[in-house]
């Protein structure tokens, strides 16, 4: 490996450290209480070192804002491989549960904490990575119209209705407040609502 390949690596691994650092840091204390430098405490290094890779807060929370947005529309774009609308929509809902649930933190950081959109609505700018994901479940939506799955015409609201529909329990289940049943009644819990729900959209879209 050449000079310039192992500083290149070095750089993206520095990087890394920052980011998981931050984000570790923005979940158990909270965005406003973490600063620069308790990043650059919690990985060993002045804050100089920091601002060589992001020039402020806002900017490495968005770091792993568009970081995490971006894992999960790979995922989503997988389903598009199911022929059938329908399963296709079924498999992107899976996938979405399965995603948070895999990922609690990262799914905490996209979904759950306000700072992200607190802080991009102080810059003025367009939540570019939640239109991305959701325009993917629009376009699964419309699909289901166009095959005649569902009878509604509105493809954006209906992708709302069936978004907001699994994100509920999802949330719910990761926010612990499922745990009045046991480990074991919450997973059946949420395959069966997810299940019913399903069923429910199918025969009232």
């Not at 991305?132 to 015409?153: E, P, R, Y």
């Not at 992708?159 to 009045?180: D, E, N, P, Q, V």
Request: charge should be negative; proline fraction near 2%; glycine fraction near 4%.
């Amino acid at each position: 490996m050449g000079i310039a390949e192992r500083k290149e690596r070095e750089k993206e691994e520095m990087k890394r450290r920052i980011l998981d650092a931050a984000q570790q840091l923005f979940l158990e204390n909270g965005y406003e209480k973490v600063s620069i430098r308790n990043i650059a405490d919690a990985i060993e290094y002045s804050p100089a070192t920091i601002y060589l890779y992001f020039k402020d807060k806002n900017e490495l929370l968005f770091a792993l804002h568009q970081e995490a947005f971006h894992t999960l529309t790979l995922k989503f774009q997988e389903v598009f491989q199911e022929k059938d609308p329908y399963q296709r929509l079924v498999s992107m809902g899976r996938t979405y549960v399965q995603f948070a649930v895999e990922n609690p933190e990262m799914f905490d950081l996209m979904f759950i904490m306000t700072a992200p959109i607190d802080a991009l609505e102080c810059r003025e700018d367009i939540w570019t990575e939640g239109r991305v994901a959701f325009g993917l479940l629009v376009q699964v939506v419309q699909s289901c119209i166009d095959a005649g799955v569902f009878k509604t015409q509105d493809a954006e609201a209906a992708a709302l209705m069936i978004w907001s529909g699994i994100h509920g329990y999802t949330a719910l289940f990761l926010r612990k407040r499922l745990s009045m049943f046991t480990d074991e009644r919450r997973i059946e819990l949420m395959d069966k609502a997810f299940t019913l729900f399903v069923e429910t959209i199918y025969k009232g879209l």
